[in-house]
């Protein structure tokens, strides 16, 4: 079964608005979990560290004020992404390493957001 | 260039066929894993590896630590598998290596023809 629970899975939202986007973590606990974000023919591109209980690292050229990440558990991780523009359309994903291991990783389905 | 390079970015083949996909890194990794990510977006872990060489069903994967390169082979190829394959690693932490994050090749997208 699945790891990782990711939703929503599509979201299509107006210019302007804001879009929540969580991570949550079925089987572990998970002190840390990685945003990534893949827009089209690209790789996915790592956008922020989220650490329970203490402020996101976020990656260059990543705004924070743009794509809030809350932790507050060991279990769920939200992105927020505010003022929505269409250039932020794109593919945004989760993923996490159980119990804090760098070995496995285990990945959440996927958000599609459409900003229109 | 980018630090994780897959060949070939795109490859159809006949069901039945073996197939082959490569990554090359040009950093110190820790793990390389091989994702599997349908059209709908998600993403599933296939294989993580450190040395040598897994196999699981039809899948194997083998990986050269002193070549810094990683095959994919899929057995008796079957539409099912169609799929963007990608490799990605993870860092030592003299390169760079944080707290576990992935870095991705831009994927193989394979298509399996019945």
């Known amino acids: 079964g699945a790891v990782v629970s990711q939703h929503p899975s599509r979201v299509i939202c107006k210019s302007g608005t804001s879009v929540k986007i969580e991570c949550r973590s079925l089987d572990f606990q998970a002190t840390t979990m990685f945003w990534y974000r893949q827009f089209p023919k690209q790789s996915l591109m790592l956008m922020a560290t989220s650490n329970e209980g203490s402020k996101a690292t976020y990656e260059q050229g990543v705004e924070k004020d743009k794509f809030l990440i809350n932790h507050a558990s060991l279990t769920l991780s939200t992105l927020t992404v505010t003022s929505a523009h269409p250039e932020d359309s794109s593919f945004y994903i989760c993923?996490?390493?159980?119990?804090?291991?760098?070995?496995?990783?285990?990945f959440g389905q996927g958000t599609r957001l459409t900003v229109v | 260039k980018n630090e994780v390079e897959q060949s070939p970015q795109n490859l159809t083949a006949q069901e039945g066929e073996f197939i082959t996909i490569n990554c090359s890194y040009s950093?110190?990794?820790?793990?390389l894993h091989w994702l599997q990510q349908h059209p709908g977006g998600g993403i599933v872990s296939l294989f993580m590896l450190s040395s040598g060489k897994k196999k699981h069903g039809r899948l194997i994967a083998t990986i050269n630590i002193q070549e810094k390169h990683s095959s994919l082979h899929i057995t008796a190829s079957h539409p099912r598998d169609s799929a963007v394959y990608i490799c990605?690693?993870?860092?030592?932490?003299?390169?760079?290596?944080?707290?576990?994050?992935?870095?991705f090749g831009k994927g193989t997208k394979l298509s399996v023809k019945p």
């Open positions: 990605a690693v993870r860092l030592l932490m003299n390169y760079g290596g944080s707290q576990g994050n992935l870095i």
């Open positions: 950093v110190g990794i820790s793990a």
């Open positions: 993923s996490l390493n159980p119990n804090g291991r760098y070995t496995e990783a285990f």
